[in-house]
């Protein structure tokens, strides 16, 4: 078992940044990949970014791509999602979710557990 919180969602103006932190704990944390997914209003939730269990290699979707950076600290079983030049189209509830596998994935089906999400709004 895994237990997710994520922490740092607010209201936010455009061109702004915010640092999302998602604190872990249960199995060992640095043999899961963690993900980061969205789910903007009235919208199917969305993949963001992941990172591998060892950390290194990320991955992220192309509307995120050079603004977010996702990296973890295994020692204090967290993961951070780093988001710059903020965008009204960036509002969502943001998720992190694990997986007990290390490699990293981009489907949302793939993950085995889910923290309840926090609120990410960027107003124009």
């Known amino acids: 078992q895994v237990q997710l919180v994520e922490f740092g969602g607010r209201l936010v103006q455009a061109g702004g940044s915010l640092r999302l932190s998602c604190a872990a704990s249960?199995?060992?944390?640095?043999?899961?990949?963690i993900g980061w997914f969205r789910q903007p209003p009235g919208k199917e939730r969305e993949f963001v970014a992941t990172?591998?269990?060892?950390?290194?290699?990320?991955v992220y979707a192309d509307s995120v791509k050079g603004r977010f950076t996702v990296s973890r600290d295994n020692a204090k079983n967290a993961v951070y999602l780093q988001m710059n030049s903020l965008r009204p189209e960036d509002t969502a509830v943001y998720f992190c979710?694990?997986?007990?596998?290390?490699?990293?994935?981009?489907?949302?089906?793939?993950?085995?557990?889910w923290g309840q999400g926090t609120q990410v709004t960027v107003s124009s």
């Open positions: 979710a694990a997986r007990v596998l290390p490699l990293p994935s981009r489907l949302a089906a793939t993950y085995d557990y």
């Open positions: 249960g199995r060992t944390f640095s043999s899961c990949a």
């Open positions: 990172i591998p269990g060892s950390g290194g290699s990320t």
